[in-house]
């Protein structure tokens, strides 16, 4: 085996007395690709930005990180810059806030350029047109005047690699670089990621929280779980046969079962007929509509009592939308009934009475409880709204059983939302839905923000109450193995249009369109799937 | 494994509602800036002291008691008939009566016997009359009938910052200036807060047209040049106290309306706000209970900086004659006397030491709270 290429050496970062990592070490070879994964909170985003030491002044490091031989814990800073970005270089998770919005494509990866090889104007342009191509944005030589908003997530991404790439680095540290984007463009990213390190032979530090992708990309793998790394080694080895406690928990986290069986003579309670959510495009001085953006376009669904709808598709399809639409959250065109009470026509005030039946969880566990309300607040506060006749303590017997349902201990009903793990403060929004005893919850995206051991017990426990009480659901989720796990119904979704519909089940085993086969293949193959043209830039805001 | 961290956690005893840990460490942050919490504790002992200006400065006893008759004339006025006199308000600085109440009973003043409108007859020299400290005791009791052996030549008859051209008493002018400005600040600010809060929570809420009209009106609102208004007003209104404070709340209740508005358009697409709207709670319950508190920061930032400033507004006035009527205490005229009287400089360097103290204090203070309540100093 040769040399390694970075070495990392019984680090420990600490902020304060809170060690962020505790002795951490493992090598990567040139060419070599390690993945380091964890769920949030295990340190290993700290690891990776400590590398080029891009952490903020209060971290405290010992150890040692030795690239080529120097260590670059105690490296001056003029040394350090010589490194950062060329000999290392590193892309973020969020391809949006990455690239600075006020500065074109072409001053971006200029800028690196000329930092660290002293290229100008023309020299410039032409290494920045071939990192372009070389990255895959078409026509390179027509985006180089854009500004990252007038690319997709994927492009913007695909930008940020070309500049990390522009100094042709020994090392690249990937830092979750595809989590924020869709899976067919995950697909893509990582199959470019992989073809331009077998192109120029750099290793790779890969960080991430899947391990589908770790699958997919790495050689070897070190698992962190709170600041120390638990196991490590080559993904065949480790993926076959776990050694750890916690390597196998992850493992064995992905969210299982299959959906309570559906009732095929239930009466239906949602009807949905040609919904429309139009937003105009306002131009010019007196504002006339030139135009709109087809948030939900003519979408027509029925759920059948007891009954899941999965609603699958990836951001920008409109599946939020059309769950916010159904529950009359934003104004909408078509017919929409509920248990049998036409929506469409009443005022804001007609619909309070019906709010109870249909409720919603969000997606965000940590924007969508407020943090200034203890939990039995947030929880009683429905019940204030729809059965005011209650007495203090018949409030307080709800709220339990409701922390109950969810399994929370009663006491959490004194705390506030920040004491709770993600988690658990999803587990309270469901018991802030489940309270009001709804008979239609719309589930947006409920699991998407939590770690994949937390995601099962989320999904578990959603299908415990649905079991339980009979509900009705309509599961909006871009995740796919969630969905397999709980809707007896699917709908797939793009640009606002349903491209397939049907029994979850028969979807799964035989997708009939190609967009859902190639978002199956995305989402289940471990294999880096083919790249093709499915990221078509959305049309753009203006 | 955060999950079970968290789980281990639970505690069972209800929190206090207030001291919620947010507010804890705002509070641990407001005393980590030591000028400010000093100057909180300095500001609200001056602000305490001059509540009480009556018994500090005044020209008539606090208690007294008169032929086995408790009275409290520093409460009650009564009339000079009680003590064998015949004007309708008594003077109890009168040789008259002070030798009456003697005779019949005691009586048990404030240190300072004057208020801040009472003319002392007996002052050394006529014009602004220099602090009894430069001068020599017997200078002081010149004009006493016995002089310096006088019984009323005592240090409760003395004018320890001298007085203004009329013979008033400095300090005694300054403690209920001090009163009056920071009661009329605070009474400014407060309603000034509620009314910028409701329309900023308003605009912010509901936005689209609401927002677009009521900003226009704001704007063109702004742009009245608020001060020579004020000067047209007072010429043709006779000023005091509430009508002054009508006229400048035209103003000021726009200082709010920018920031709580932003809070409010930010705050409205957050989604627990969605979820109130989902479980049917009404506009006014969310608006109050959950888009206020994030505004709140906003606005108690500003609110030590909208105290000084509403100070500074009305003592200009008071210094340009347009504010207060005449004769009452106000800390501009004492500023507009030390500019008419350059030959008595402890007019003009008292109110400008009294101002400058103050303001220091608040915005001091002020500081100290925008520490408490940023997001960053709280989160470390």
Not at chain 2, 160 to 169: E, Y
Request: with cysteine; hydrophobic share 45%; net charge neutral.
């Amino acid at each position: 085996m040769t040399a390694p290429l970075l070495s990392i050496r019984d680090l420990t970062i600490a902020f304060g007395t809170n060690e962020a990592t505790r002795r951490i070490s493992f090598d990567i070879a040139p060419g070599e690709t390690v993945a380091l994964v964890g769920e949030s909170g295990s340190g290993k985003s700290v690891t990776a930005l400590s590398v080029l030491k891009l952490l903020p002044p209060s971290a405290k490091l010992s150890g040692q990180i030795l690239f080529k031989g120097k260590d670059l814990v105690t490296v001056a800073q003029a040394e350090l810059r010589a490194v950062r970005g060329n000999d290392i270089s590193m892309i973020f998770q969020e391809p949006m806030s990455s690239l600075n919005p006020v500065h074109t494509i072409e001053s971006q990866i200029g800028e690196v350029l000329a930092i660290h090889r002293g290229l100008r104007a023309t020299a410039a342009r032409k290494r920045t047109l071939e990192l372009l191509d070389a990255v895959g944005i078409p026509d390179p030589a027509s985006r180089l005047s854009s500004y990252p908003h007038q690319l997709s997530g994927g492009q913007r991404q695909r930008v940020m690699i070309a500049m990390a790439l522009a100094n042709e680095p020994d090392l690249l540290i990937a830092d979750e670089p595809t989590t924020a984007l869709d899976v067919t463009v995950q697909a893509q990213i990582l199959t470019l990621l992989k073809s331009l390190q077998q192109r120029l032979g750099m290793a790779m530090l890969f960080i991430t929280h899947d391990l589908g992708i770790v699958k997919k990309i790495a050689d070897r793998v070190c698992v962190m779980t709170n600041g120390e790394i638990v196991e490590s080694g080559p993904v065949a080895t480790l993926f076959a046969n776990p050694q750890h406690a916690y390597t196998r928990h992850l493992l064995a986290a992905e969210p299982r079962g299959t959906p309570p069986l559906s009732d095929p003579t239930a009466p239906s309670i949602i009807d949905v007929a040609d919904l429309k959510v139009w937003f105009p495009i306002r131009r010019g001085l007196l504002r006339r509509t030139v135009g709109h953006i087809k948030a939900v376009d003519g979408v027509d669904l029925s759920i059948r009592r007891g009954e899941t709808l999965g609603v699958v598709g990836e951001s920008g399809s409109g599946k939020s939308t059309l769950g916010y639409a159904v529950l009359r959250l934003i104004p909408s065109d078509g017919r929409i009934v509920v248990l049998g009470n036409e929506v469409q026509s009443r005022s804001w005030k007609a619909m309070r009475p019906l709010r109870a039946d249909m409720q919603i969880v969000f997606q965000d566990p940590y924007g969508s409880l407020s943090p200034r309300l203890s939990v039995d607040q947030i929880i009683g506060e429905g019940l204030s709204v729809h059965m005011p006749q209650l007495t203090a303590s018949e409030r307080d017997d709800r709220v339990v059983k409701a922390l109950e349902e969810v399994g929370l201990p009663p006491a959490a009903r004194f705390r506030y939302p920040h004491e709770f793990s993600g988690g658990q403060r999803q587990r309270i929004a469901i018991a802030r839905a489940m309270v009001l005893e709804p008979k239609f919850v719309v589930l947006d995206e409920p699991t998407s923000a939590l770690d994949v051991s937390i995601q099962a017990q989320v999904v578990d426990l959603l299908r415990d109450i649905q079991q339980r009480r009979g509900l009705t659901y309509m599961f909006i989720s871009h995740d796919l193995k969630v969905v397999r796990a709980l809707a007896n119904q699917l709908i797939v979704m793009r640009n606002g249009r349903i491209v397939e519909q049907g029994e979850a089940a028969a979807i799964f085993a035989a997708p009939q369109s190609d967009y859902t086969k190639t978002l199956m293949a995305a989402a289940f193959n471990t294999e880096v799937i083919a790249p093709q043209n499915l990221d078509p830039a959305r049309p753009v805001t203006p | 494994m955060s999950e079970m961290a968290g789980q281990a956690a639970v505690i069972e005893a209800p929190r206090n509602r207030f001291l919620t840990p947010l507010n804890q460490r705002r509070l641990a942050n407001f005393r980590k800036n030591r000028r400010g919490y000093w100057s909180l504790w300095i500001f609200l002992v001056l602000f305490l002291a001059t509540l009480g200006s009556e018994f500090i400065a005044n020209d008539r006893p606090i208690i007294a008691s008169y032929k086995g008759e408790l009275l409290f004339p520093a409460f009650v006025d009564y009339p000079e008939e009680k003590f064998g006199g015949f004007f309708a308000i008594t003077n109890y600085r009168d040789d008259f009566i002070a030798d009456e109440i003697k005779a019949n009973g005691w009586a048990i003043w404030p240190p300072i016997r004057f208020n801040y409108q009472t003319v002392d007859g007996f002052l050394p020299y006529s014009g602004a009359v220099a602090p009894s400290w430069l001068m020599s005791f017997e200078d002081n009791c010149a004009r006493y009938p016995l002089q310096a052996a006088d019984p009323n030549c005592h240090w409760g008859n003395f004018h320890w910052l001298g007085t203004d051209d009329r013979g008033r008493d400095v300090v005694a002018r300054l403690l209920y200036g001090f009163r009056i400005s920071v009661l009329f600040g605070l009474t400014l600010t407060i309603i000034s807060s509620v009314i910028g809060v409701v329309a900023g929570a308003v605009q912010g809420y509901f936005g689209g047209w609401v927002d677009l009209v009521f900003q226009r009106v704001i704007e063109i609102w702004t742009s009245i040049p608020a001060l020579y208004l004020l000067l047209i007003i007072s010429s043709v209104i006779a000023p005091n106290f509430w009508v002054l404070l009508g006229i400048l709340l035209l103003f000021s209740w726009v200082a709010l309306v920018g920031i709580v508005r932003a809070e409010f358009l930010r705050g409205r697409n957050f989604e627990y706000i969605a979820a109130a709207r989902a479980l049917g709670v009404s506009n006014a319950t969310i608006m109050f209970r959950h888009l206020l508190p994030n505004a709140m920061v906003a606005t108690l930032t500003f609110m030590p900086f909208i105290l000084s400033g509403s100070v500074v507004t009305l003592t200009s006035l008071d210094l340009l004659g347009f504010g207060l009527p005449p004769g009452s205490p106000s800390l501009g005229e004492l500023l507009a006397q030390g500019k008419n009287n350059l030959q008595a400089p402890w007019l003009g360097l008292t109110g400008f030491f009294t101002i400058a103290i103050m303001m220091t204090l608040l915005v001091f203070i002020g500081e100290a709270v925008r520490d408490a309540f940023d997001p960053r100093k709280s989160m470390a």
